[in-house]
């Protein structure tokens, strides 16, 4: 399991990854994502500070990683994981085309239904559209408990629909309810914490 921290410079990179700009959807389609997703209202509610530890759990192409590199500024950390190889890879090499942009991104792949984080103690572990596909939420989240520093928070955000569920295994997994935000038009967004 591999942990890629990228912060090299662009002739330290393979040719191949050497800064071409990183394929993406046509400008509709991904404002029109960004209207239903509304990043900017959920990295807000986050109230994330610089140099935060921040981990993205199921980061994908890092749709959401590099908005909060830039929340938890140079002096901050943040880990991407997701269990898909080849979206790591491009979230890697658009992450090392944006060095100065915020956090350096550390990418790791992780096996399903396992954090797999580096065992440091994180201010905000953020898990966006994930829960629903982990067979026991329950036991993933009181797994990823250990890597909250004290005062920490697990935030989660998924479609409205999946709110009780996520809520229900938080709360049998020993994490106490900090608060919600409703700001986003088609998704939850749910606070928690841990006892100290």
Do not use: W
């Not at 993406?24 to 807000?44: K, Q, S, V, W």
């Not at 065992?119 to 408990?145: A, C, F, G, N, T």
């Amino acid at each position: 399991m591999a942990l890629a921290l990228l912060g090299c410079t662009e002739g330290d990179q393979p040719a191949a990854v050497r800064c071409k700009p990183a394929p993406t959807e046509p400008a509709p389609t991904a404002a029109a994502f960004d209207r239903y997703r509304r990043p900017d209202l959920l990295i807000a509610a986050l109230g994330l500070r610089g140099g935060e530890r921040v981990a993205d759990i199921g980061a994908g192409r890092g749709y959401l990683s590099f908005r909060l590199a830039q929340a938890i500024g140079a002096d901050g950390s943040l880990v991407a994981t997701d269990i898909d190889a080849k979206a790591l890879a491009a979230l890697s090499a658009r992450a090392a085309c944006q060095r100065g942009e915020g956090a350096p991104i550390a990418v790791r792949k992780v096996p399903a239904d396992e954090p797999g984080l580096p065992k440091d103690h994180y201010d905000l572990i953020l898990m966006s559209e994930v829960d629903h596909q982990l067979s026991d939420r329950v036991s993933y989240l009181r797994r990823l408990r250990p890597y909250l520093a004290g005062g920490g928070r697990l935030v989660v955000s998924n479609r409205r629909h999946s709110r009780e569920a996520l809520r229900r295994a938080a709360l049998a997994a020993g994490f106490i309810e900090l608060g919600e935000d409703h700001s986003l038009p088609a998704h939850f967004l749910l606070f928690f914490g841990v006892h100290l």
